[in-house]
């Protein structure tokens, strides 16, 4: 099979499209015959190494995939059954998805829902996947359209722009923060309301400011984070799930303890199989197929190692889906 390899040895580190042996995939259950995969910005600081994301060596990049089964020692699985895996250590400690096979343990696999495509699925991937999860959240917490305003920053992403489409496609009002703010037009016609600069949340702020956030899905971390929770409204929601500006959160507990602010963590790699398909059946259901479409480029496992350093770069909107076959 091809495969994306990443190396580090006493030559340094390195990525490469080479071809590996099947009988090297490694244990599970299923294997499967990839037909998309997909480049998140984790795979791109893997393959680049501009991060320590990998924890063995060698490994195949990629925290998503989609396929067929092509052999199964699973009763809960049969050749021909159409399978998706995000998250579980792909591509870290466990060979991912940008190759064209996979060997993976069967309670990883859910069974691609009714509409979908393995291209559409990789086209939401871990990223639409993680925003669902906002989504969810908000909703567990009690907020519905009509509360107020839904900042979602990092809307240019692939994951704030999926919250973006789902948000507002259930009807809540969204305010799209981006760096990127000649997006605007792309951010409104995934149903932003509004889209304001990033800069007006991204340097370092006061404990409180003025309320205005009824909820939050924020993928940026860091002053970013911090300004969201210090001018979301009394009893608002905001969901956490990224880091793009870092990893700090130079904040103080007024939100909280004056506001009754809820900062709400999302994790999507581990996420329970019961969670998981819940989010992805409403997937399947909500996001809208223009939307998904406009969202997504498509790239051949050839060009991939070359769009990570794009990607890094800030110079990809959305999500790229990665067809292994070409």
Same mark, same amino acid.
């Given at each position: 099979?091809?495969?994306?390899?990443?190396?580090?040895?006493?030559?340094?580190?390195?990525?490469?499209?080479?071809?590996?042996?099947?009988?090297?995939?490694?244990?599970?259950?299923?294997?499967? *015959?990839?037909?998309?995969?997909?480049?998140?910005?984790?795979?791109?600081?893997?393959? /680049?190494?501009?991060?320590?994301?990998?924890?063995?060596?060698?490994?195949?990049?990629?925290?998503?995939?989609?396929? %067929?089964?092509?052999?199964?020692?699973?009763?809960?699985?049969?050749?021909?059954?159409?399978?998706?895996?995000?998250?579980?250590?792909?591509?870290?400690?466990?060979?991912?998805?940008?190759?064209?096979?996979?060997?993976?343990?069967?309670?990883?696999?859910?069974?691609?829902?009714?509409?979908?495509?393995?291209?559409?699925?990789?086209?939401?991937?871990?990223?639409?996947?993680?925003?669902?999860?906002?989504?969810?959240?908000?909703?567990?917490?009690?907020?519905?359209?009509?509360?107020?305003?839904?900042?979602? /920053?990092?809307?240019?992403?692939?994951?704030?722009?999926?919250?973006?489409?789902?948000?507002?496609? *259930?009807?809540?009002?969204?305010?799209?923060? %981006?760096?990127?703010?000649?997006?605007?037009?792309?951010?409104?016609?995934?149903?932003?309301?509004?889209?304001?600069?990033?800069?007006?949340?991204?340097?370092?702020?006061?404990?409180?400011?003025?309320?205005?956030? *009824?909820?939050?899905? +924020? /993928?940026?971390?860091?002053?970013?984070?911090?300004?969201?929770?210090?001018?979301?409204?009394?009893?608002? /929601?905001?969901?956490?799930?990224?880091?793009?500006?870092?990893?700090?959160?130079?904040?103080?507990?007024?939100?909280?303890?004056?506001?009754?602010?809820?900062?709400?963590?999302?994790?999507?790699?581990?996420?329970?199989?019961?969670?998981?398909?819940?989010?992805? +059946?409403?997937?399947?259901?909500?996001?809208?197929?223009?939307?998904?479409?406009?969202?997504?480029?498509?790239?051949?496992?050839?060009?991939?190692?070359?769009?990570?350093?794009?990607?890094?770069?800030?110079?990809?909107?959305?999500?790229?889906?990665? +067809?292994?076959?070409?």
């Amino acid at each position: 099979m091809q495969a994306i390899i990443i190396d580090k040895d006493n030559d340094g580190y390195r990525s490469r499209l080479t071809t590996v042996p099947d009988g090297e995939l490694p244990d599970g259950d299923v294997t499967v *015959a990839i037909e998309y995969s997909t480049l998140n910005y984790k795979d791109a600081l893997a393959i /680049t190494g501009s991060s320590p994301v990998v924890r063995t060596f060698p490994m195949i990049p990629g925290v998503d995939l989609a396929g %067929t089964v092509a052999e199964s020692s699973s009763p809960d699985y049969l050749v021909g059954d159409r399978v998706l895996v995000t998250g579980h250590g792909l591509g870290e400690t466990h060979w991912g998805g940008l190759a064209q096979k996979a060997r993976v343990p069967s309670d990883w696999l859910i069974e691609i829902p009714k509409p979908l495509t393995s291209s559409q699925a990789m086209g939401i991937g871990t990223a639409g996947f993680t925003a669902m999860l906002c989504v969810l959240a908000l909703e567990d917490a009690g907020l519905r359209p009509g509360d107020g305003e839904i900042v979602v /920053t990092g809307a240019s992403g692939g994951v704030g722009g999926a919250a973006v489409s789902l948000l507002a496609g *259930a009807g809540f009002d969204v305010v799209a923060a %981006t760096g990127r703010t000649e997006q605007a037009d792309y951010l409104t016609t995934l149903g932003a309301a509004g889209v304001m600069d990033r800069a007006e949340l991204s340097e370092p702020g006061k404990p409180l400011g003025k309320e205005r956030w *009824a909820g939050a899905v +924020d /993928t940026v971390g860091s002053h970013t984070l911090a300004n969201v929770c210090a001018t979301t409204r009394y009893g608002g /929601t905001v969901t956490a799930c990224g880091l793009a500006q870092g990893m700090d959160f130079p904040a103080t507990v007024a939100p909280f303890i004056l506001r009754g602010v809820t900062l709400k963590g999302i994790e999507s790699v581990y996420c329970p199989p019961a969670r998981r398909k819940l989010a992805w +059946d409403r997937l399947a259901s909500d996001f809208e197929p223009a939307h998904l479409e406009l969202m997504t480029t498509e790239v051949g496992l050839s060009e991939t190692i070359e769009q990570a350093s794009t990607l890094l770069a800030g110079n990809v909107r959305g999500r790229i889906t990665v +067809d292994v076959n070409r």
